[in-house]
């Protein structure tokens, strides 16, 4: 082995080692990591969601490191080398059959379990305190608050979308955000259930927003439903995308949730009415945007 690539080999295995300690990466650093593993999100849901994940993660790493090791062992210290004669009397064994149908049995039952009740509790979606209808569209989104005269159409951002044409002026890196930002973003309250019935005009889109837990499909003529409870201490805008390859410019509509007090939200709410009442009595609806 070279100077070099012994030098790379320690960096390698010094990068595992912090890495399985938990310990920050030297070169990514703590946000790095977090960049490459599910994120914790900022609802109740997509907190039990990483749990179960992290569980399952563990679960496999340990199943990796008995298998692996005994291969590893059997291959050292039993190879042909060292003298070892395969043991022909040998044709079965009840005992060990037992138990390597019972540990596998035991693992999956241990992690269906919670993730069967996981699964019941993200489909709950009653009692919610605000329900907006998601209608998705080639390419953007409407949301309509049902009870109000309020919707807003969601679109790639003016910027994103000029830095995405050639010839524009304005390069993808100059933009933040790039192709992750919109002209309306959705607004919802914090510490309150929302509930989204989510449906397509034309063809299959999914609505996805990693932080809330939450991915539907968005299904011409039928609605799917779905429903998130922000922190009421997490407060911020939070990112996503059409996760259903939906045609020319699927990746071109995105979406972003504005969480605000639901204070603010109801605020907001008053004024979207007042603005769009305006409008509708006069020029075609034009919802103004907070951000
Ligand atoms: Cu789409």
């Given at each position: 082995?070279?100077?070099?690539k012994?030098a790379?080999?320690g960096?390698?295995?010094?990068?595992l080692?912090?890495l399985l300690?938990g310990?920050?990466?030297?070169a990514?650093?703590?946000s790095?990591?977090d960049?490459?593993?599910l994120?914790?999100?900022?609802?109740?849901?997509s907190?039990?969601?990483?749990a179960l994940?992290?569980?399952?993660?563990?679960?496999?790493v340990g199943?990796?490191?008995?298998?692996?090791?005994?291969?590893?062992?059997s291959?050292?210290?039993?190879r042909?080398?060292?003298?070892?004669?395969?043991d022909?009397?040998?044709?079965?064994?009840?005992k060990?059959?037992?138990?390597?149908?019972t540990?596998?049995?035991?693992?999956?039952?241990?992690?269906?379990?919670p993730?069967?009740?996981?699964l019941?509790?993200?489909?709950?979606n009653?009692?919610?305190?605000?329900?907006?209808r998601?209608?998705?569209?080639?390419?953007?989104?409407?949301?309509q608050?049902?009870?109000?005269?309020?919707?807003?159409i969601s679109?790639?951002?003016q910027?994103?979308n000029l830095?995405?044409?050639?010839?524009?002026?304005l390069?993808?890196?100059?933009v933040?955000?790039?192709?992750l930002?919109?002209?309306h973003?959705?607004?919802?309250p914090?510490?309150?259930?929302?509930?989204?019935l989510?449906?397509?005009?034309?063809?299959?889109?999914?609505?996805?927003v990693?932080?809330l837990?939450?991915?539907?499909?968005?299904?011409?003529?039928?609605?799917?439903?779905?429903s998130?409870?922000i922190?009421a201490?997490?407060?911020?805008?939070?990112?996503?995308?059409?996760?259903?390859l939906?045609?020319?410019?699927h990746?071109?509509?995105?979406?972003?949730v504005?969480?605000v007090?639901?204070?603010?939200f109801e605020?907001?709410?008053?004024?979207?009415?007042a603005?769009q009442?305006?409008?509708s009595?006069?020029?075609p609806?034009q919802?103004?945007?907070?951000?």
């Amino acid at each position: 082995m070279t100077t070099m690539k012994r030098a790379t080999f320690g960096k390698l295995l010094g990068s595992l080692a912090l890495l399985l300690a938990g310990g920050g990466m030297p070169a990514w650093g703590r946000s790095g990591w977090d960049e490459l593993n599910l994120p914790h999100g900022v609802t109740n849901v997509s907190n039990r969601i990483y749990a179960l994940h992290m569980m399952a993660f563990w679960v496999c790493v340990g199943i990796a490191v008995v298998v692996f090791g005994v291969m590893i062992w059997s291959l050292i210290f039993h190879r042909k080398a060292r003298g070892a004669v395969p043991d022909v009397s040998l044709t079965h064994s009840t005992k060990v059959e037992v138990v390597w149908t019972t540990v596998p049995v035991l693992i999956l039952v241990g992690m269906a379990v919670p993730a069967a009740r996981l699964l019941v509790r993200i489909n709950n979606n009653t009692d919610s305190q605000v329900s907006i209808r998601v209608t998705g569209f080639q390419w953007g989104w409407r949301y309509q608050y049902l009870g109000t005269n309020v919707s807003l159409i969601s679109k790639l951002s003016q910027s994103s979308n000029l830095a995405r044409q050639l010839h524009s002026g304005l390069g993808p890196s100059s933009v933040r955000h790039y192709l992750l930002s919109v002209d309306h973003p959705l607004v919802v309250p914090v510490g309150e259930k929302v509930r989204l019935l989510i449906t397509s005009v034309d063809v299959i889109h999914s609505w996805w927003v990693p932080d809330l837990g939450v991915k539907r499909d968005a299904i011409p003529g039928y609605i799917n439903q779905a429903s998130f409870t922000i922190a009421a201490d997490r407060p911020g805008t939070y990112r996503g995308q059409c996760t259903e390859l939906c045609g020319r410019d699927h990746a071109y509509m995105p979406i972003v949730v504005h969480a605000v007090s639901p204070a603010a939200f109801e605020a907001w709410l008053k004024q979207q009415s007042a603005v769009q009442s305006e409008a509708s009595a006069g020029a075609p609806a034009q919802p103004t945007s907070r951000s």
